[in-house]
């Protein structure tokens, strides 16, 4: 075996639900040399791990795990407008908007305390508070996984949608990113702070003309006070996408649920917060053994210790049943089951 591969390893400590899940062959890429050697290896499967906050790990995963480890911060190229900052897929993407915000670099900040790492943020168009990740990218560098050649893709070519990108469809399992190029502002910062719980946070601390870093401050305790802290309790952030549905069944179900939240989602579309559907079911702090939703968002599942990923998969399923039944709507998973 190949120097740096090992055998039989827990990934506990590489998944953000912390399930203790065994690769039967792993090994950390730091370089894109690395990398291509990984994914071009005699060995039969690969499996592709970044940060491990957007997946839920059922079983025991037969395969060369190939743990993307590339970092990297580098501003590439700046004017009195903005700024293009290319950053390794191993970067860690909260540490990179902090990063951001102390180079007084604009875009990010609503993005602020996401887990996960920057490579396999435009893979779900990440997004939070009035902000995605398609409005502040220029371009990826992804590496094919069948012949080891690197590609560079442009806004235009990544088709991003709601949680959704190219990556997630027709070019699934064809390219592991390496790097990220941002677009940043540098100056006359675009300040996104619409949405409701931003503007109640800023007003609560007296805020009156905030900047990036008081807006970052501001999702950073919204965020706390809503979300558990993975490294305390595990979890993948919100497990549910946002559901969308036509106006017209929209309309029927306002009229039994007048109070039902929603927001404008395209012509004729209405999307209705999915964690208000599932604490209408009754499922807020609902707990199975150690698989539960959490106590202050309905949005998150968490494993209170020793829950395995089928249990908390089951749980899911069952949420969606809940919905489904009252509801008639289905709400999809946001995370990834593997």
């Avoid at 993407?93 to 943020?121: C, K, M, R």
């Avoid at 997004?127 to 990826?140: I, M, P, R």
């Amino acid at each position: 075996m190949d120097k740096g591969y090992s055998k039989n390893i827990s990934l506990k400590p590489y998944n953000t639900f912390g399930i203790d899940v065994r690769a039967s062959q792993f090994v950390s890429v730091t370089t894109a040399d690395e990398l291509r050697k990984a994914l071009l290896a005699d060995i039969p499967r690969k499996f592709i791990l970044g940060g491990g906050s957007n997946m839920l790990l059922t079983r025991n995963i037969e395969a060369l795990v190939i743990h993307i480890g590339l970092k990297g911060i580098e501003i590439t190229e700046k004017n009195d407008q903005y700024a293009l900052v290319k950053v390794g897929a191993g970067e860690n993407w909260h540490q990179f908007v902090q990063w951001a915000i102390a180079h007084d670099l604009g875009g990010v900040e609503n993005l602020s305390l996401i887990p996960g790492n920057t490579g396999t943020a435009p893979v779900q168009n990440i997004g939070a508070y009035g902000v995605e990740l398609k409005d502040v990218f220029h371009s990826c560098e992804a590496m094919e996984i069948s012949t080891g050649h690197l590609k560079t893709f442009y806004l235009e070519d990544c088709a991003f949608g709601y949680r959704d990108s190219v990556f997630k469809r027709h070019l699934k399992d064809q390219y592991v990113i390496t790097s990220v190029t941002f677009e940043l502002t540098t100056t006359h910062h675009l300040l996104h702070t619409g949405y409701g719980a931003i503007s109640s946070e800023l007003e609560k601390a007296g805020i009156a003309k905030p900047g990036i870093r008081e807006i970052s401050k501001a999702v950073i305790a919204i965020r706390e006070s809503k979300l558990p802290d993975p490294a305390k309790l595990g979890n993948s952030g919100s497990f549910f996408k946002n559901p969308v549905i036509g106006e017209s069944r929209f309309r029927q179900l306002q009229a039994d649920y007048p109070e039902m939240p929603h927001y404008p989602a395209g012509t004729g579309l209405i999307k209705v917060p999915a964690g208000w559907l599932i604490e209408q079911c009754g499922l807020k702090g609902y707990r199975k053994g150690d698989a539960g939703v959490h106590k202050n968002q309905a949005l998150v599942l968490v494993n209170y210790g020793n829950a395995t990923g089928a249990e908390l998969y089951d749980l899911s399923c069952y949420i969606q049943d809940q919905v489904r039944n009252k509801f008639g709507i289905t709400i999809e998973a946001e995370v990834n089951i593997f």
